[in-house]
């Protein structure tokens, strides 16, 4: 069994920064792209960073600048720091892996729990 448990949410004040992490555990052959996903209340799940296995990475426009994704392969960990944050970074922040069980096979989504993260006064 894959398990993604992430943890850092929390409450902060607008301009402040918090660090969200998130650990793979279990049976598998590989990791590959690693990345966080957000969802706010009435809203979609939207893509807010990820990394390739080689660091290549991707944001959404909106954290450009304020974010900064990296990962550790040897601990199956993937780090999400939030600098500079604002209201609208309101949301519920989800881990997402794309992990290969085995060799050979196609790899699967995994997805962690989720963890709030609000940003008010």
């Known amino acids: 069994q894959v398990q993604l448990v992430e943890s850092g949410g929390g409450l902060v004040q607008p301009g402040g920064s918090l660090r969200l992490f998130c650990a793979a555990s279990g049976i598998f052959f590989r990791i590959n792209a690693m990345g966080w996903y957000r969802q706010a209340p009435g809203k979609q799940r939207e893509l807010v960073a990820a990394?390739?296995?080689?660091?290549?990475?991707n944001y959404a426009d909106s954290v450009k600048g304020r974010f900064t994704i990296s990962r550790d392969n040897a601990k199956n960990v993937v780090y999400l720091q939030m600098n500079s944050l604002k209201p609208e970074d309101t949301a519920i922040y989800y881990c997402n892996a794309v992990i290969s069980r085995r060799i050979g096979t196609p790899p699967t989504n995994y997805w962690g729990q989720g963890t709030q993260v609000t940003v008010s006064s």
């Open positions: 990394s390739t296995r080689e660091g290549t990475t």
